[in-house]
């Protein structure tokens, strides 16, 4: 009786095991066939969301998706691992979504995954961050070199073309890193503006905190910190705080979210903050244009604007062409 009942037990506990699996693995796949009512799979493939802006571009995506029954997008974070996204990628192709939305870590290895979805006849819209090649169906995002050249001009206005200058590079494997700082050079050009310190902290506060204290360590003087996006000039702003400097320098920064970089305007943290807008209303009307068979636009470039404690009032102003 007893070996009759031990054996029942072990059977359930096999069995549970065996359902639980199955189920966590359907889960895992984020599948099509998940009872969805949707008529469209969007697969969204996210490089992290370690930092507000990306958790923002996330909410724009839903909230865009929200107004259209017939898609249903399912999300991936692939935690600032570059293997990881490129097997999201791989995971949505063998799952037969019908698009994929990727905003990519580097561009260099989520090259094929991307161009292999593109060339399996999934319509692939990277956005924010590029990819290399022309493998795809569009890149939507605003021009980083155009926004590293504003900057650029607007330091060497603010400062009267003079001045000591540390740029807090964010990831220089990614493209608006690149970018960023490509734009910047340009835009400085001409002026009497000297970079003392560049480093690239991979657009994470703390990597900036931790690079502008040896900033400040080496450098007497410093007049201005141009950090790639707002949790960099936030993180170096941090650090001349501790150091008690904070006061001797300004601090500029990309992203210029409403809950971020603008807060920080308005603190008088930060002198200006560049917009960067995430691009996730315009990656769903994109991705429902090609779903419907529309013919889109390779590129989709979003215009940006710059705040300052003189214009966030008025919401910022426009970058000029
Ligand atoms: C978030 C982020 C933003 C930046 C963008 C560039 O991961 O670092 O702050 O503007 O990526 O791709």
Redesign the pocket.
Same mark, same amino acid.
């Given at each position: 009786m007893r070996k009759y009942y031990l054996l029942q037990v072990t059977y359930a506990i096999l069995l549970s095991a065996v359902l639980s699996i199955f189920c966590a693995k359907k889960e895992e796949a984020g599948a099509p066939e998940a009872k969805s009512k949707a008529r469209w799979i969007i697969g969204m493939s996210q490089?992290?969301l370690?930092?507000p802006?990306?958790v923002q571009m996330n909410a724009d995506i839903k909230k865009a998706a929200e107004e259209h029954p017939e898609i249903e997008v399912v999300f991936k974070d692939a935690q600032n691992d570059n293997l990881r996204q490129r097997s999201h990628v791989e995971e949505f192709v063998s799952s037969g979504v019908n698009l994929i939305i990727i905003?990519p870590k580097e561009a260099a290895p989520l090259t094929p995954p991307v161009s292999e979805a593109f060339r399996h006849g999934i319509p692939v819209i990277v956005l924010?961050?590029r990819v290399l090649g022309a493998d795809y169906t569009c890149f939507i995002g605003a021009d980083?070199k155009k926004i590293g050249e504003a900057v650029g001009r607007w330091i060497a206005r603010r400062l009267g073309s003079q001045g000591k200058v540390v740029e807090l590079k +964010?990831?220089m494997t990614?493209?608006?890193?690149q970018d960023r700082h490509a734009g910047f050079v340009e835009g400085i050009r001409g002026s009497q503006l000297e970079v003392i310190f560049e480093a690239d902290m991979k657009?994470l506060e703390p990597n900036a905190r931790q690079e502008m204290e040896s900033a400040l360590a080496r450098f007497d003087k410093i007049n201005l910190v141009y950090a790639?996006?707002?949790? +960099?000039a936030h993180g170096a702003w941090l650090a001349a705080k501790a150091a008690g400097r904070e006061k001797e320098m300004i601090f500029v920064g990309?992203?210029g979210l409403p809950q971020e970089g603008q807060v920080y305007v308005r603190q008088g943290i930060l002198e200006a903050s560049f917009e960067?807008p995430t691009g996730g209303k315009e990656a769903i009307e994109t991705a429902l244009a090609i779903l419907n068979g529309q013919t889109v636009p390779k590129e989709l470039t979003l215009p940006s604007r710059v705040f300052t404690a003189a214009n966030i009032e008025q919401g910022g102003e426009l970058l000029s062409e």
């Open positions: 490089c992290n370690g930092e802006w990306r905003s924010d961050r980083n +964010g990831l990614s493209t608006p890193g657009w790639h996006n707002d949790p +960099g990309i992203d960067y």
